[in-house]
């Protein structure tokens, strides 16, 4: 796509009025902001207590590791994020939710202006815009923007990683929430390289140590201060008690009663013969992804409505396909995997 004038004046007009009307839609859904109910207030409690030197990590001891009472559960790219802010005066969280209220808005329709832009650079217009706006105003992803999840950025970051096939992005997206963590061996199998078996395991470990660099090095701190609490926290997603947004909507362990890890065996058996077959078979990269997603939204015993955010996100870059310039592969593996 040549930016010449008038596509960007386009691609602008379509951001504009886009971010008018979602701001909108926001102030109307919540006038003031996410409330202290949400789940944003307990990510700014946690960056505020960053900035005044606490570990937010260190809460989870004592903890049955079953029944959710707000622990930290995300890596902490965005708690320092926060607790930048906090620095800066936004030392209330009043303040701070009216910064992120318009930031939430700004990155969700970011979002759809890059859906809507990548489909005009190959005269998909009509497409680009359908999709673009299924994407903008589905109730999954307003309900995350109303709220003020961190959702919708770190879907962002992760298909923005699988389309230019970057693991240094795909660790962002992980360090800001870890729901990709999930896709990540696929990612890891899907870019790997090799003529033979060791070339290909090679390029595996080099692949994770720059996808798992970024969460690493924003982790060390709470890992030196209290490795306990923080491997404890990032651990009770796992074996948290089951439960769903959508009410009698149980999963398969619900049904047969597993309970705790047990209850993750079914998800976890079906990725692993996922993985199996993207090691094996031809399938491209966000095919992977939405077969990942499927699973965990069928199988994982704790279902959010946040989490349908990450799979509809992934639905326009089907009809778009991938760049080769983006699989960051030889020839060879990149027709393997197209």
Same mark, same amino acid.
């Not at 902490?76 to 620095?87: E, H, I, N, S």
């Given at each position: 796509?040549?930016? @010449? !004038?008038?596509?960007?004046?386009?691609?602008?007009? *379509?951001? =504009?009025? +886009?971010?008018?009307?979602l701001y909108s839609l926001t102030l109307k859904a919540m006038p003031k902001g996410p409330g202290k109910g949400n789940?944003?207030?307990? &990510? #700014?409690? @946690?960056?505020?207590?960053?900035?005044? !030197?606490?570990?937010?990590? %260190?809460? &989870?001891?004592?903890? @049955?590791?079953?029944? +959710?009472?707000? #622990? %930290?559960?995300?890596?902490?790219?965005? /708690?320092? *994020?926060?607790?930048?802010? =906090?620095?800066?005066?936004? @030392? %209330?969280? $009043? $303040? *701070?939710?009216? =910064?992120?209220q318009?930031?939430?808005?700004?990155?969700?329709?970011?979002?759809?202006?890059?859906?809507f832009f990548l489909f005009s650079s190959r005269r998909l217009n009509l497409a680009g815009l359908v999709l673009s706006l299924i994407y903008l105003y589905n109730r999954f992803t307003l309900n995350v923007m109303f709220s003020g999840q961190l959702d919708i950025l770190g879907a962002l970051m992760f298909v923005v990683a699988i389309y230019f096939s970057n693991p240094y992005l795909f660790g962002v997206s992980l360090?800001?929430?870890?729901?990709?963590?999930? /896709?990540?061996? /696929?990612?890891m199998v899907l870019l790997s390289q090799g003529e033979s078996l060791a070339e290909r395991f090679k390029c595996l470990v080099v692949l994770t140590v720059k996808a798992l660099a970024v969460p690493i090095l924003v982790s060390l701190p709470f890992l030196v201060d209290d490795a306990e609490a923080f491997l404890k926290s990032i651990a009770f997603s796992v074996t948290r008690e089951a439960g769903a947004h959508i009410r009698g909507l149980k999963s398969l362990d619900v049904v047969i009663g597993l309970d705790g890890f047990?209850?993750?065996?079914?998800?976890? %058996?079906?990725?692993?013969?996922?993985? #199996?077959?993207?090691?094996?078979?031809?399938?491209?990269?966000?095919?992977?992804?939405?077969? =990942?997603?499927?699973?965990? #939204? !069928?199988f994982n015993p704790v279902l959010l409505n946040q989490y349908f955010v990450w799979g509809v996100a992934l639905v326009p870059f089907l009809f778009l396909g991938e760049p080769a310039r983006g699989l960051g592969m030889s020839g060879g593996a990149a027709e393997r995997v197209q």
């Open positions: 796509m040549t930016f @010449d !004038g008038k596509k960007i004046g386009v691609l602008l007009v *379509f951001f =504009v009025l +886009n971010f008018v009307a789940d944003i207030f307990f &990510i #700014y409690r @946690d960056g505020q207590q960053i900035a005044n !030197g606490i570990n937010p990590y %260190s809460r &989870i001891h004592g903890s @049955d590791m079953r029944k +959710n009472k707000k #622990y %930290s559960t995300y890596l902490p790219g965005f /708690f320092l *994020f926060v607790a930048l802010m =906090v620095k800066l005066g936004l @030392d %209330s969280f $009043e $303040e *701070f939710v009216k =910064v992120w318009v930031s939430a808005v700004l990155i969700h329709t970011l979002f759809g202006t890059l859906i360090a800001i929430k870890q729901v990709a963590l999930i /896709f990540l061996p /696929f990612f047990l209850a993750r065996v079914p998800m976890l %058996s079906l990725l692993l013969l996922a993985l #199996y077959v993207c090691w094996r078979q031809r399938i491209t990269m966000f095919k992977a992804a939405l077969l =990942v997603f499927c699973i965990f #939204y !069928g």
